[in-house]
């Protein structure tokens, strides 16, 4: 008797195809939501703003951070650091905008369908990414208003956003599977008191030698700190001199850390995506 051939949607190569499509879907509703309500668009991008002016001009003609006096280079230090605590907050925008799918019945009318499991966790992250780097760029432009440059080549220029979006597309992963661990869009809004050490606590504002050793080391060895050192070296910019493992080696933890995250956190969110009304 001779096999039936398979249908095309059910070889390795259709069966791709119908993923992909799944995901395109749902980057597809994730941005027509996002149009729907600008209002979250305006406060991802209105809270760095107001960090910005609360640091750089508020707190940072006393912040000594190259040892030439108080202000002396700051903006050039503390930019960098902002681009990444941007992109470090970002995840939780993620977990809220998850949280509320799933509570108003969106994630379980996809997981009705019959999709890709991975649909609804990796289209978040990409749409997240996308508007990352639109965030990103807002932020490089406002940086430049104030009259912050890099100095280094285009290359190590480009790299270094490389890097900065490379930490958001790890930290997404977090965001969605708390999102779906939460109950609801409060709890997930809670869970912002904790975010906001992950930030704070690290070289964006401050090097990690100015704070008492303890506090100074868990910052020193924070995610965000070693893509905060690893483009403040690619851009030419001020960098504290450390002698920590992460801050010797800031470029390689930069990469490793997200990899790490991204390693952890993306099979547990389709776990969890998958265990939902269980």
Do not use: C
């Not at 750089?56 to 002396?72: E, I, K, L, R």
């Not at 760029?137 to 100095?151: K, Q, T």
């Amino acid at each position: 008797m001779t096999a039936l051939a398979p249908l095309p949607d059910e070889t390795l190569a259709g069966r791709l195809r119908w993923t992909l499509h799944d995901y395109r879907t749902i980057v597809g509703q994730e941005f027509t939501h996002l149009i729907r309500q600008p209002a979250n668009f305006a406060w991802a991008l209105g809270f760095p703003i107001v960090m910005v002016l609360l640091f750089v001009y508020v707190f940072g003609s006393a912040m000594d951070v190259t040892g030439q006096g108080a202000g002396v280079d700051y903006v050039a230090y503390a930019m960098p650091g902002m681009f990444a605590m941007t992109m470090a907050f970002g995840f939780m925008n993620t977990a809220m905008a998850v949280a509320y799918a799933k509570e108003k019945g969106m994630v379980d009318r996809i997981r009705s369908m019959p999709t890709a499991s991975s649909a609804v966790v990796v289209g978040r992250n990409i749409s997240d990414t996308i508007q990352a780097a639109g965030d990103l760029l807002v932020l490089f432009l406002i940086a430049l208003a104030i009259g912050w440059r890099s100095e280094g080549t285009l290359w190590e220029t480009l790299g270094a956003f490389a890097l900065l979006i490379w930490l958001r597309f790890a930290l997404i992963w977090i965001g969605v599977w708390i999102g779906l661990l939460v109950k609801n869009v409060e709890a997930a809004g809670n869970l912002f008191a904790l975010a906001f050490p992950f930030g704070m606590v690290s070289s964006v504002f401050t090097p990690p030698e100015l704070m008492p050793g303890w506090l100074g080391a868990i910052a020193a060895w924070n995610p965000v700190s070693a893509t905060a050192t690893a483009i403040r070296e690619l851009f030419g910019n001020p960098v504290a001199a450390g002698t920590s493992w992460p801050e010797q080696h800031a470029l390689l933890a930069a990469i490793v850390w997200p990899l790490v995250i991204t390693a952890i956190f993306l099979p547990l969110g389709v776990r969890r995506f998958r265990n939902l009304g269980r």
